[in-house]
């Protein structure tokens, strides 16, 4: 079992930057990869990034490279989100997940947090 926790979403205007964390714990050896997603009202959740724990590799949605940048720090278990410039169409809910491997599809993740609202002001 692996338990996610994110938090750093709120309100923010744009152009303007947040930093998103995802703290994990439980059986975190278990999924070598983090990956973010976010999900528009209305919209399907889609994938932003993913990261491996080990070797720090990372992957990026097309639409998400250069204004977004994922990071961890292994020991504290947590993987960052660090999104700037930001836009009006970023706003929405983002969640992390827990994934055998690093990948995009959301089928592939088997652990979700409880996901943490962003909302940019035009």
């Known amino acids: 079992q692996v338990r996610l926790v994110e938090s750093g979403g709120g309100l923010v205007q744009a152009g303007g930057s947040l930093r998103l964390s995802c703290a994990a714990s439980g059986r975190t050896f278990s999924m070598p990869a983090m990956g973010w997603f976010r999900q528009a009202p209305g919209k399907e959740r889609e994938f932003v990034a993913s990261?491996?724990?080990?070797?720090?590799?990372?992957l990026y949605a097309d639409s998400m490279k250069g204004r977004f940048t994922i990071s961890r720090v292994n020991a504290w278990n947590t993987v960052y989100l660090q999104m700037n410039s930001l836009k009006p169409e970023d706003t929405a809910v983002y969640y992390c997940?827990?994934?055998?491997?690093?990948?995009?599809?959301?089928?592939?993740?088997?652990?979700w947090g409880q996901g943490t609202q962003v909302t940019v002001s035009s």
């Open positions: 990261i491996t724990w080990s070797a720090g590799n990372t």
């Open positions: 997940a827990a994934a055998h491997r690093i990948i995009s599809p959301i089928s592939e993740y088997d652990y």
